[in-house]
């Protein structure tokens, strides 16, 4: 089977990987890679009751395990480059040579160049102040916004202030699928709207927009900004920034192997944006405070092995997706998938139901079985309500709560998957016959 044919997950414009050589490589390819497997043994002893047996970790679109070469440049650069970049001091020029260096390997992940590459504290915050210092900026142009039903938090929550200060919002509803219906944003769109903001990748259900179309319609009907919440998206699926004339792009360290706490903003030369926080001039004048820069070095390290991997590791991990949609589809009665067909949908998310059965119940008793998924998106999971993005699907009762996340990552391997698939199968047969 051609995947690459088959969906929108692998297109020839990715930017290639030089080549291998570097231990997660080898470690992929079957040859042991003793930091790696170590720090599999510690992830193994930091999780309690599932100490001494195997973890299987499928809640990857929540955060990733950190990678040792990253963890050991966060490391040094608190050890040793400890200086303030803005120092005139060689200490100082040393933090700034990180700073630079990461910038470079965050913007060649995404094919954009450096310098239109802001860090800001993640995703969220990369969202906050598109949607916030955007509108902010264009606010003499007009003061109307569109987004869709199932953004993250951090973009609705966003437009919801916008809101209270004046601004109006439409939220484009989805599809089935969690496909964007285009139809509706063509008749929202408006004199005065200013921006559109619409994510590559849905993180509850792995649903991809279909970016393209949208641009294309953007354009010829409005001089609208388009921004794009590239957080579950960034070194999984190519997107193309001057194809789509994208004005900025959200990314996070956190779900490609990096940090927690450190992301970044794609701004297109010559956007102009309010800046995020005001004080000293770091990230040229937009967004002040002193960077973090041990985050910032792991963030670099990050994008450079997500890069080197492609785009083979993406292709590896569709695959895996697929044969656990399938085992648990075709093993489990009533099974029923939420979102797009596991072909058409992102490489690493999988969102399923079992009726009958409660998520909570079954989370708790895969934990116990060493198999780490998660209910809706993990920043909603404690507020026990029905996720916005799967009532957005127009899902019933029954399927809202049955329905697990399951998640996976470059480093997830066949055999965890047929684990995976056999233990999620008893557990559901066990919770059914109670
Ligand atoms: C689609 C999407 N956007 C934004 C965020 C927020 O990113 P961060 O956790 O870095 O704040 C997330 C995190 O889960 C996400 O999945």
């Known amino acids: ?10 297109q020839p414009n990715w930017p290639r990987g030089e080549g291998q050589g570097i231990p997660v490589v080898k470690w992929l390819q079957g040859e042991k890679n003793s930091i790696l497997d170590e720090r599999i043994e510690l992830q193994n002893l930091a999780c309690g009751r599932a100490a001494m047996r195997k973890v299987i970790y499928l809640d990857n679109s929540a955060t990733t395990m950190v990678l040792p070469e990253v963890a050991e440049a966060v490391r040094e650069a608190m050890e040793k480059t400890y200086g303030n970049p ?3 001091h060689s200490m100082g020029v040393e933090a700034e ?19 239109e590459v ?15 210092g955007l509108a902010h900026a264009l606010k003499r142009r007009g003061r109307h916004i569109i987004t869709t039903a199932i953004e993250h938090a951090s973009v609705l929550e966003a437009c919801r202030r916008l809101e209270e200060e004046g601004f109006s919002v439409t939220y484009l509803p989805v599809d089935k699928q969690g496909i964007v219906r285009l139809e509706s944003l063509e008749r929202s769109l408006r004199e005065d709207t200013i921006l559109v903001s619409v994510m590559s990748v849905n993180n509850e259900v792995g649903s991809l927009q279909p970016l393209e179309e949208i641009a294309k319609i953007v354009a ?21 920034l001057k194809k789509l004339r994208l004005a900025a792009v959200s990314l996070s360290a956190h779900k490609i192997h990096g940090p927690k706490g450190v992301g970044a903003l794609y701004l297109r030369q ?4 309010e800046p995020f926080l005001v004080g000293g001039d770091q990230e040229r004048n937009l967004r002040a405070g002193t960077e973090n820069v041990p985050g910032i070095a792991g963030f670099g390290v990050a994008a450079t092995l997500a890069r080197k991997n492609l785009p083979d590791s993406v292709q590896r991990m569709a695959q895996l997706k697929i044969r656990l949609a399938e085992g648990l589809l075709e093993g489990i009665p009533g099974a029923h998938l939420n979102g797009p067909e596991p072909r058409a949908g992102a490489p690493h998310i999988l969102n399923i139901s ?19 998924v998660s209910t809706s998106s993990a920043c909603h999971s404690r507020r026990q309500e029905a996720s916005h993005v799967l009532k957005a699907l127009g ?21 965890e998957i047929e684990e995976a698939i056999r233990t999620i199968k008893e557990c559901v047969e066990e919770l059914r016959r109670l």
């Open 118 to 132: 802001y860090f800001t504290s993640g995703g969220t915050e990369a969202n906050n102040w598109a949607l916030r």
């Open 86 to 88: 803005s120092s005139l």
């Open 1 to 10: 089977m051609d995947m690459r044919a088959r969906s929108g997950w692998l």
């Open 220 to 240: 010829s009907r409005s001089p609208a900004l388009f921004h794009v919440d590239h957080v579950q998206g960034y070194g999984k699926i190519p997107l193309p």
């Open 270 to 273: 010559g956007v102009r944006i």
């Open 97 to 115: 040579r990180i700073l630079r260096n990461a910038r470079e390997e965050v913007a060649k992940l995404l094919g954009a160049q450096p310098e």
């Open 354 to 372: 079992f009726p009958g059965v409660k998520a909570e119940v079954l989370v708790h008793m895969l934990e116990e079985k060493g198999i780490y």
């Open 395 to 415: 899902l019933p009762s029954s399927h809202l709560e049955g329905a697990i996340r399951i998640s996976l990552s470059r480093l997830t391997t066949e055999e």
